[in-house]
């Protein structure tokens, strides 16, 4: 115990330092918001990856749908790698970067207002990434939380509280630079981490092919091409987590801040299999759950002989990864939530101090208050989302699920659309984006889950606009 707190101290030491070094080197919001645009190839790779992937994917996703799908969940790991990583940067990286120099943008509702020709959309769009960007960063600081208390005992509100000030001193310092610098340590330590991680869940059920014998045995379909569930809800996993990438802000943004086209090409391949990596081992992982753990060997994960999703992985993680290899599983989990958390937080910020005060209160705000203002909103983010976590108001996986299909419903229709076609107009975006999200939490609120009910919300944000568009034309 007293190791794995020695080296958690180094990590957060380290952290900060490279936060300081980040903030003599951060002069402008554009340093801060975006590491002055100029961002290379590894450095973007390893910040895609590591905010792509989170506590939300180790300890949320990878134990709740590895107890359900079982194999099948790896679906969702190829639909993220191949579709949410290789697509994105190939469809996307150059054009989304020329878009952000030409149209001389820093974020995503600028992007929209410019293209469309609509303050109205700037708006919108900005208030919904606030708001919907804080059950998801609660349910990244909810994950993390529940690793700290299977590892260290700590009580979950200590452990949030803990979490929630680490990151906020660590991003107000240097912002995107800072988190470029300390996403490549983050993203080694997690490559080196699920590689661990692979060989003890392999080694301690004694080969694979005893694991697939045990999960046939409880349900043959957990082995098979379609987990129990069924396809609609596993389908529904795989474009949410996989089709709303290509309108996520907190990755978009990757794109506005990388150097040039050939970044690009270094950095797709090098994401895609990072990607690959990550998402393919922690579903494995997932589906092992049903293989070690029971409510005899695991208490904390059961209530009532019923597994509490959240709980199974942190048990997992606990039981299967000897002691003198779990402190780097430990900072695995950690390198990955401290990355997506600085994503959230920035772009979370941004839409207050860029798109709403910048844009609809003071148009002349200087560049230093403006960076001043992104700090402040950095904070009161961070503190808005421990204070939901505290609540713990679903499991991580639902909360995710609205989040990733609110935004996804509000951006895939206008943002895709918008880069690609000429035909659309300012009707159609509006539409797609407020008919998307409509759709989408309609659907919620009547008791679908949130992965479903935010695919269904995308599909229509994707559909509205070109169809609105052609109905009703702009004249030119």
Known sequence: MSFKLFVIAAFALMTIIIGVLGLRKTRSFSDFFLGGGNVGPWMTAFTYGTAYFSAVLFIGFAGKVGWGFGYS???IALGNAFVGVLGVWWLLGHRVKTMS?????????????KRYNSRF?????????????????????MGLSYLFRSNFNIDYSLAL??????????LVLGGYRSMTMIDVVFGMIMTVGVVILLWSTINQANGLENISSTLAAINPKLTQVVGPPG?????????????AP?????????????????????GMIASTVFALLIGGIGYFTGATTRFFLTPENAPAAFNDGKPIYDALMPELLANIIPESLSVLILLLILSASMSTLAALVLISSSSVAKDMYAGFVDRDVSDKRLTMLMRLSS?????????LAWFKPATIVAILGVSWGAIGSVFLGPFIWGLFSKRVNRFGAISSSVLGLGVC????????????????GMIVSLAVNPIFSLLRPEKV
Request: charged share 10%; proline share 6%; glycine share 6%.
């Open 441 to 456: 939490l309609v659907f919620y609120i009547q008791g679908m889950p949130s992965p479903q009910a935010g695919t269904i």
């Open 121 to 141: 959309l700037k708006l919108f769009s900005s208030g919904c990434i606030f708001i919907f960007f804080v059950p998801y960063t609660a349910a990244v600081f």
């Open 231 to 243: 396809w609609w809800p596993l389908f529904s996993l795989v474009f949410l987590t996989s089709v």
């Open 161 to 170: 509280i803990f979490m929630g000030l680490f990151t906020a001193v660590y």
């Open 246 to 266: 290509f309108a996520m802000p907190q990755l978009v943004q990757k794109f506005y801040a990388i150097k040039d086209k050939r970044s690009i090409r270094i």
């Open 101 to 113: 120099v030409e149209y001389g943008v820093h974020t995503v509702p600028e992007y929209l207002e």
């Open 73 to 75: 969940g790896l679906w």
């Open 379 to 387: 904070v009161f983010f961070v503190a808005l989302s421990v204070v």
